[in-house]
């Protein structure tokens, strides 16, 4: 396997979607999918895992953010917010467990805020 290309990003989505959030312009989908790739490399490193994207996982896992940068793009921010949960599933299995808790945090993930905080004073 070879690095992801936008022909297969293309692939994930109709066309007219692609061709409605590129308007003919193949360097918008270029740019999500470095963005994507920048993204999975931090995470998996923050896990501990060389960034490969010939590791089914992450190869995934950058597709799935990639969608979601398009989105984001469009301003589609419901359908951005679906991909980028999906790839931070994708994520989460690889995360280590520290102190019994998760790291998948670190995928996109947050925690709810303490009831006793009173702000910023």
Request: charged letters at 25%; glycine letters at 4%; one cysteine or more.
């Amino acid at each position: 396997m070879e690095t992801i290309d936008i022909e297969e990003i293309q692939e994930l989505m109709r066309e007219e979607e692609y061709l409605a959030i590129c308007q003919g312009d193949d360097s918008v989908a270029e740019e999500a999918l470095e963005n994507a790739r920048i993204y999975v490399q931090a995470v998996a490193e923050s896990y501990g895992i060389e960034y490969d994207e010939a590791d089914s996982v992450l190869r995934l896992a950058v597709k799935k953010r990639a969608l979601a940068e398009l989105y984001i793009y469009a301003a589609e921010w419901t359908t951005a917010e679906q991909y980028k949960s999906q790839a931070a599933q994708i994520l989460s299995p690889l995360a280590p467990v520290a102190e019994g808790i998760l790291a998948s945090k670190a995928a996109g993930y947050t925690a709810a805020g303490r009831t006793d905080w009173q702000g910023y004073r």
